[in-house]
């Protein structure tokens, strides 16, 4: 892992980037507040801010060009592999001649036939959105490690998004309490669950498990930097007063508001993908670094024991268990819930789309009008495919899909070493941290997409990110009061 001397500063007084690390933070909080950005005009707001981000790095770093350079080799891969999906999507809307059509993507070529303007996509609208959204995660992952320099700003990042997800649940738990119904952006919206400003309650669930993680290693890091001492009763009473008056209460109680919002959801798979997440890269963590285990340790079991066995059976975790208990494996068995199946019709009738578009997809974005010739016979209709690999692997083709699990098994990958060699606090509470919101969401979403959420994409591809700044902290890197 690569080591630079602690003596060089990190922050460089010459680049003058403060207002665009500003507008990244801020648009971390903006894109789930409308809707989770899953509308047009909230995708034209996220391309115009990303546009603008990137505007402003390049006038921040304009007399430090050989310097902005030097630090986006060191983020090459990620980069590179994200650029690489990006300009796949953007492929699939371009004008082909048939004959390279052919060569590329057969059954595309059968689908269009008579079409004056061939294309790879079969739903060029909807792929040029998709596209749109890949620049924006692109461009946000560039201006993110350009930006966020140091200990510092990496702290202040994770902050604000833990706060995003302390205000989110705050107002989904306000207006399920009162029972709020209304019509926004023609979308009818009704909070019989908590939702925030989702309306779909595992899109707000997904969103709570990404905030929670990164909140959760925030907690490690803090807890990181401590030492246990021996001492009276008086020594460790006033430690305990200090602990409930500190930073790191303050931190603690958000965490809890951020599970009481998502146990009220009642999404099955977002708890059982968080709770199963939290313990397996627990454990992975005590079992890479045991140094830290007491913490570690402490820590988990504080979440499990307070969160599943206090918060859970006051705010309600008996009826996630019952809703799991409720939801049957196949449609004949009836019951109260949609069946495990039901859930997986779309995935399974798609794996014939990826079977006739193995390579380009038939296009980012399109799954729906691609899927009407595959789906099944049940009444309604699925506009997802409820399964993100699927999913994804249909629009954008395997080696779209490939190209994505490349960019999250490599940053796990930088994660795991982090936690196996580095010993700053921070950098380990920050991998934990990514670490964890991936697995979380790779459980999530083999039943739910959401990926095709901008919002939740956008937030995890801030803390990939975040994970390869951590890689790339100096060892005695860490967060100053009162620092930028």
């Known amino acids: 892992m690569r080591q630079r001397n602690p003596s060089l500063p990190d922050h460089d007084p010459e680049i003058r980037d403060s207002e665009v690390f500003v507008g990244l933070l801020a648009l971390l909080v903006w894109a789930p507040l409308p809707l989770g950005s899953n509308r047009i005009w909230a995708i034209g707001i996220l391309v115009l801010w990303a546009l603008l981000l990137l505007a402003g790095t390049a006038f921040a770093w304009r007399h430090q060009a ?6 986006l080799r060191r983020f090459r891969w990620p980069l590179l592999l994200l650029a690489a999906f990006t300009l796949l999507i953007w492929l699939q809307t371009l004008p082909l001649p048939a004959s390279w059509l052919a060569v590329l993507s057969p059954e595309t070529l059968r689908v269009e036939q008579g079409v004056s303007v061939p294309r790879l996509s079969l739903d060029v609208f ?6 749109s959204l890949s620049f924006v995660y692109f461009s946000c992952f560039l201006v993110a490690v350009l930006t966020v320099k140091n200990g510092q700003r990496l702290d202040r990042m994770a902050q604000v998004l833990v706060t995003s997800g302390v205000l989110q649940a705050l107002l989904g738990v306000f207006l399920f309490s009162s029972g709020a119904s209304y019509r926004l952006f023609y979308s009818e919206v009704a909070h019989a669950n908590v939702v925030g400003s989702y309306i779909n309650r595992n899109h707000f669930a997904g969103y709570m498990e990404l905030c929670l ?9 803090r807890l990181g930097t401590e030492r246990t001492q021996s001492g009276n009763w008086r020594h460790q009473l006033s430690r305990v007063l200090a602990f409930v008056i500190s930073p790191k209460m303050r931190l603690r109680l958000m965490l809890v508001i951020m599970v009481i919002a998502l146990v009220l959801t009642r999404s099955r798979m977002g708890n059982s993908a968080f709770f199963a997440a939290m313990l397996v890269v627990g454990l992975v963590t005590i079992v890479l670094a045991r140094r830290a285990a007491p913490a570690t340790v402490g820590l988990i079991l504080s979440l499990v024991i307070i969160d599943v066995f206090v918060v859970g059976t006051w705010v309600g975790l008996e009826k996630v268990v019952q809703r799991v208990q409720d939801t049957n494996m196949t449609i004949s068995q009836g019951g109260d819930e949609e069946s495990v199946e039901a859930r997986r019709d779309a995935a399974n009738h798609a794996l014939p789309l990826i079977r006739d578009f193995p390579v380009f997809g038939t296009g980012g974005g399109s799954f729906y009008t691609s899927y009407i010739r595959y789906r099944t016979p049940r009444p309604g209709f699925f506009e997802h495919a409820h399964n993100d690999y699927v999913e994804i692997a249909a629009d954008s083709g395997v080696p779209g899909l490939a190209i994505l699990l490349a960019l999250a098994a490599s940053t796990a990958w930088q994660a795991l070493r982090i936690l196996r060699l580095r010993h700053s606090s921070l950098p380990r509470g920050i991998a934990f941290g990514v670490l964890m ?3 979380a969401l790779a459980i999530h979403s083999t039943v739910d997409f959401n990926l095709q959420i901008p919002a939740n994409a956008l937030t995890l591809v801030l803390i990939l990110a975040m994970g390869w700044i951590a890689a790339d902290l100096p060892s005695s890197s860490r967060p100053r009061r009162g620092a930028e």
């Open 126 to 131: 909807r792929t040029r959105i998709y596209a």
């Open 437 to 439: 919101a991936i697995v």
């Open 213 to 221: 993680s990164i909140g959760i290693g925030l907690m490690l890091a």
């Open 66 to 71: 050989d310097a902005a350079f030097a630090r």
